[in-house]
């Protein structure tokens, strides 16, 4: 309890950081460009809320490392040659690197050149995203190990990269890539549609309109690719966890293959009987999802299919779990096709999107879902791994350090109140930022301390020094 609510708290942050740095890049790269003071802008006040998110997800995220020791230690022990030093790539190489350029992304506007200051950026952006790729790499190397065997109880690596390669990687990677940027996306999109629909001042509503099409532009490419990606880590989870996929579908018999196959679209499962008390499926829609035909090649194990002590037990979250991801997946993918539509009508023009309230209401309430997916989705992927730590290899109940019920429970209630201060002390002043706006007058970057003067043309004087004018 104490691992999932600080990993589930400690989610909610870099989430928004590692895909609005993509952002922050694209704007800088559009003022540069174009000249256009409003991209500039833009870039000030998207980076507040950028730098408040690292903040709180520094602070929830350090005490997640620690736990691997405190919490996990007989699994650091069996793993720690790999997992450890997977872990320690993240924060050495990645968090450093974020944190290193951080400093000038936010303060380097007039103290450095634009194209050391666009690197920076960069940098943050490349940082944000390496952070994410090191995490994936360890939690995928505990859905399918590889790479080396298990040698009295402890992993031994022997090939390096192939256990960084492991099955489960690429996939993994690519999919909270597109997770992490197309959150970011439509928070950015529902605070810019909250402006527009504000309408008490036009300034902002045409401000704003721009930063609703920039993430409208890329959103209509990330969404349909991350559910395209989606689907894939469904067919690897179907070859490496069966029994995972078996919990995502409560399926409890096998399909035979050569048999046609139901979707279940809602059910309520029943561990106890090992059955569905009710289930309502779609006629043959399973084999079309796993291999786009009515009848399976293969077949579909049922969670009987293994000793109970092998299979996920909480097959409830996990099944709905998977599809509040997936209704998500596809809800924030329509509501882009739509979007796009409009913008092709042109319905989305400055004297124009002010009318489209359905619409921006409809990216109002999204801005939260990608939350919701993300978290669902790392619940599918760890309870659904469950028992196992390491899939096949360690299990859960024998990794979990021998500690106090009392002394666990303590901690839990530490945990509970300070990241309880830190949510609402970031939605304080993350509502103040909101609500404060842009700066519409704020100067560009070289041009904040040069006086709004007539400056005369110097005379010389063989006889006395430069005379200068000023009006």
Request: charged share 15%.
């Amino acid at each position: 309890m104490q691992f999932a609510f600080t990993a589930i708290f400690h989610m909610l942050w870099p989430v928004l950081t590692t895909g609005m740095a993509i952002y922050l890049v694209i704007l800088e790269v559009l003022w540069l460009k174009t000249k256009n003071p409003d991209y500039y802008r833009h870039a000030r006040f998207w980076s507040k809320l950028y730098v408040l998110n690292f903040g709180i997800g520094v602070a929830s995220g350090l005490p997640m490392e620690f736990q691997f020791g405190t919490n996990w230690a007989p699994f650091s022990e069996a793993v720690g040659d790999f997992f450890g030093s997977i872990l320690g790539f993240e924060g050495s190489m990645a968090f450093m690197l974020e944190a290193g350029f951080l400093g000038i992304m936010l303060f380097g506007w007039e103290r450095v050149p634009p194209a050391i200051h666009l690197l920076s950026t960069a940098m943050v952006a490349f940082g944000a995203n390496l952070s994410t790729f090191w995490i994936l790499v360890a939690n995928s190397w505990l859905q399918t190990p590889a790479g080396g065997e298990f040698v009295s109880g402890k992993f031994v690596v022997s090939d390096y990269f192939e256990a960084i390669l492991n099955p489960f990687m690429v996939n993994s990677v690519g999919h909270m890539f597109f997770a992490t940027l197309e959150t970011s996306l439509f928070v950015i999109g529902g605070i810019s549609a909250w402006f527009i629909l504000r309408g008490s001042d036009q300034r902002h509503a045409a401000f704003f309109s721009r930063s609703f099409k920039i993430v409208l532009a890329v959103a209509i490419a990330a969404a349909p690719l991350q559910i395209w990606i989606g689907h894939l880590s469904a067919e690897q989870v179907r070859v490496h966890q069966p029994t995972k996929l078996a919990a995502m579908e409560a399926q409890w018999e096998t399909i035979p293959a050569g048999a046609k196959a139901d979707w279940s679209v809602i059910a309520a499962p029943n561990v106890e009987v090992e059955r569905n008390d009710w289930n309502i499926s779609i006629p043959n829609a399973l084999g079309y999802i796993l291999e786009l035909k009515p009848t399976l090649s293969e077949p579909v194990y049922g969670l009987k299919h293994w000793p109970e002590r092998d299979r996920p037990h909480m097959v409830g979250l996990v099944y709905y779990a998977f599809r509040i991801m997936v209704s998500i997946g596809l809800f924030l993918a329509g509501l882009a096709a739509i979007t796009l539509v409009q913008w092709l009508r042109g319905k989305l023009a400055d004297t124009e999107i002010h009318q489209q309230k359905w619409l921006l209401r409809g990216w109002l309430f999204a801005a939260p879902l990608g939350y919701l997916a993300v978290e669902s989705g790392w619940v599918v992927r760890c309870v659904g791994r469950q028992p196992w730590t390491v899939y096949g290899q360690l299990r859960t109940a024998d990794m979990a350090s021998n500690l106090p019920p009392g002394e666990v429970l303590a901690s839990l209630s530490g945990f509970v109140l300070l990241y309880g201060f830190l949510f609402i002390s970031a939605m304080f002043f993350g509502r103040r930022i909101i609500m404060t706006g842009p700066n519409l007058e704020l100067a560009l970057p070289g041009q904040a301390n040069q006086p709004d003067a007539i400056v005369a043309p110097v005379e010389h004087s063989p006889d006395r020094r430069p005379v200068e004018t000023q009006q």
